[in-house]
């Protein structure tokens, strides 16, 4: 019997997704683990793999609407069984009156509220690309009097919609500054003892993991374990009550070609720097690669993002939902200060830690801020 292809949860409160691409056609052979379609949910956008071997038939259509979780989208038949009637190439010549656009040009057309009636097509066989519809997005806006000299000269403004993954960001950045009590600590913590652990564990590291041990990764290790003591910085919210987790999961914000994702780093607290080190290193290989799984971005309870290496001197991050912490670390700079009675250079970087409000009071993260000092400044780490 043919194996039917249903619409998966892959969220805990997920009800239904949108299918934004389908990655194989009508009739193409497929073997478990083949990447069938993206979904998008109201967190992120996830792959869906075969659940089986043969031909895929009877691809449900990309409409942009929801569809319940557990809808058959397809399905696979082996290569004895009956099959439909061929259906034609998605690029066939539509039937009379349809109009022809790719998935990804019907999306933006959706969400720009475009006519795609009103559109000629510049793909194969007049279909309608991205770049048509954004083209005519920006047709018939009114010039704005008084253009600087640039825009004079011919230069216009271009028309970027956002991709599923920045929307999703958006949305859900946006929901925690309306909906979570922001409040934040900084804190300035010399990292003399951190920078020289690790250029005496350098070459060890190399040898033993094939990567350095960057300082995200060895200041990761140290929250891991100074977490331990402060479980309501390991927190999420939960309706009306914050839900305390045994186990510490990092999440490490990243850039991949201008979208901001964050992989995560399990098990933190029982983990070597060794052991994270190979881990971090896998993760963002994968994420550069675009070959990152869904799984592997999900289930974090506290998020470290890095902008130091950008030359950035400190800033404040919003809190990653249901998280009830991140903390932002800025570039380490030489800075004067005070040293028995002596004003020296060391080594300063600014951390700052956003709490939510409604889990974690000011003492609570101040204790936090006082022990992860004390545990960088004196590179409390277990090689």
């Known amino acids: ?23 194989v056609v009508d009739g193409a052979r497929v073997r478990p683990g083949d990447i069938l379609f993206d979904i998008e949910t109201s967190k992120s956008v996830m792959e869906v793999e075969s659940p089986g071997a043969g031909i895929i038939r009877k691809l449900a259509p990309i409409t942009g609407e929801p569809i319940a979780v557990g809808t058959a989208v397809a399905w696979i038949y082996g290569e004895n069984e009956a099959e439909p009637a061929p259906q034609p190439a998605p690029d066939a010549p539509a039937p009379r009156g349809e109009v022809r656009a790719s998935p990804a ?21 007049g279909r309608i690309v991205e770049d048509d519809v954004t083209a005519a997005a920006t047709k018939g806006q009114p010039a704005a009097a008084a253009l600087p000299l640039a825009a004079e000269a011919g230069k216009e403004d271009r028309l970027v919609p956002f991709n599923p993954v920045r929307r999703i960001v958006a949305e859900r950045l946006a929901e925690s500054m309306r909906t979570v009590p922001h409040f934040y600590l900084t804190a300035q913590i010399d990292m003399t ?26 200041i990761a290790h140290i929250v891991g374990r100074v977490l331990v003591d402060h479980p309501y910085l390991n927190a999420s919210s939960d309706g009306n009550a914050a839900r305390l987790h045994p186990t510490i999961h990092i999440g490490i914000a990243i850039d991949r070609a201008g979208d901001l994702i964050v992989p ?20 963002r290989n994968e994420a550069r690669s675009g070959s990152i799984r869904p799984a592997q ?14 030359g950035v001197d400190a800033f404040t991050a919003i809190i990653n939902p249901p998280e009830c912490a991140i903390l932002a670390i800025g570039r380490t700079v030489d800075t004067p200060v005070g040293r028995e009675g002596q004003i020296v250079l060391r080594p300063m970087a600014t ?6 409000h409604r889990i974690v009071d000011g003492v609570t993260a101040a204790r936090f801020m006082a022990d992860l000092r004390k545990a960088i400044e004196t590179a409390d780490v277990a090689v």
């Open 264 to 283: 995560v780093l399990r098990d933190v607290q029982a983990r070597t720097l060794r052991e994270l080190v190979r881990d971090f290193v896998t993760l």
């Open 351 to 356: 951390f700052t830690l956003s709490s939510d």
């Open 297 to 310: 971005m999900r289930g974090g309870t506290f998020t470290i993002s890095n902008l130091g290496m950008y």
């Open 1 to 23: 019997m043919p194996v039917e292809v249903i619409l998966p949860k892959v969220d805990m409160d997920m009800e239904t997704g949108v299918i934004i691409e389908w990655k």
């Open 193 to 218: 003892a951190l920078r020289a652990l690790q250029r005496r564990i350098g070459a060890e590291m190399v040898q033993a993991t094939g990567s350095k041990a960057s300082l995200t990764v060895l």
């Open 105 to 125: 040009a019907r999306r933006i057309a959706r969400e720009l509220n475009v006519d795609l009636t009103t559109i000629s097509g510049s793909g194969p066989g």
